[in-house]
């Protein structure tokens, strides 16, 4: 059973397994939403790959703050923008996540591929060691919910880091959900390159939240 609020998201009575989480609808991306998110990913890398002369710079900061107060008056509550929530594009259309695209999402596991872009530079041309985590929770997340499991939370995450993670090289994740006790969910999953490489591995334990825990 559920109710809707007032900002059009369903509150979930305790029966339907998701705790506290309200029952979010899609939205659609626009035609023009990807293309944007592009732009915005583009930016993002050269925020921190260009050295910019003052005087170009000064410009360049008044276009982006008058950018962002043109975005400010279609802010929206959690839920309700396009991303995140649209698997069509890369990175779901979530600028947080890594701009990869989803080849398989189902109960046999998750598969997607995709590049680090300098945005993600650590250091000596490798990925950042922090960037990795993201990718795999973001993976892990989706392997609980294409195994048809219930909303769950990362209790941890651990990763193996086996060799340098190349920038700007087509990699491969591959999750699966490896056995199931009551609420807990264990997963795993394998960063690869084209030829099978192994770069890291990592599991995690995913809980299913309890009725009313955020
Ligand atoms: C197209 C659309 C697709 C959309 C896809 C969506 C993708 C989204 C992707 C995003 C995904 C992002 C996802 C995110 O990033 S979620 C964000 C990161 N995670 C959190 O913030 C979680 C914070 N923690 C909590 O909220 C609580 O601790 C939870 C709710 C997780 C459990 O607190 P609770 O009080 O309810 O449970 P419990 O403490 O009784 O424990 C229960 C059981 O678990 C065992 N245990 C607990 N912790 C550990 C541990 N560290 N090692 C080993 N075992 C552990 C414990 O022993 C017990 O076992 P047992 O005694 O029953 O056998």
Not at 50 to 70: F, K
Not at 132 to 146: E, I, K, R, W
């Amino acid at each position: 059973m559920s109710e809707q609020t007032a900002d059009g998201t369903e509150s979930v009575t305790d029966g339907e397994k998701r705790g506290g989480f309200p029952r979010f609808r899609h939205t659609p991306a626009g035609p023009d939403f990807g293309r944007f998110v592009e732009a915005m990913r583009r930016l993002q890398d050269l925020a921190v790959s260009t050295n910019v002369p003052d005087d170009v710079l000064a410009d360049i900061a008044t276009q982006a703050e008058e950018l962002a107060d043109r975005l400010t008056p279609y802010e929206v509550p959690e839920g309700k923008s396009p991303a995140g929530s649209n698997i069509q594009l890369p990175g779901r259309g979530s600028l947080l996540m890594l701009p990869w695209m989803v080849e398989k999402f189902d109960t046999e596991g998750v598969r997607s591929t995709g590049v680090f872009r300098r945005y993600h530079l650590g250091g000596n041309g490798a990925a950042h060691g922090g960037v990795l985590p993201l990718l795999f929770d973001d993976v892990f997340g989706m392997t609980v919910h294409a195994g048809g499991r219930p909303i769950s939370r990362t209790g941890y995450l651990h990763i193996n880091y086996r060799a340098i993670t190349p920038l700007n090289t087509q990699l491969v994740i591959e999750g699966k959900v490896d056995r199931v006790e009551g609420r807990k969910t264990f997963v795993s999953a394998r960063l690869t390159d084209l030829d099978g490489k192994l770069l890291a591995d990592g599991e995690a334990l995913m809980i299913e939240l309890l009725p009313g825990q955020p």
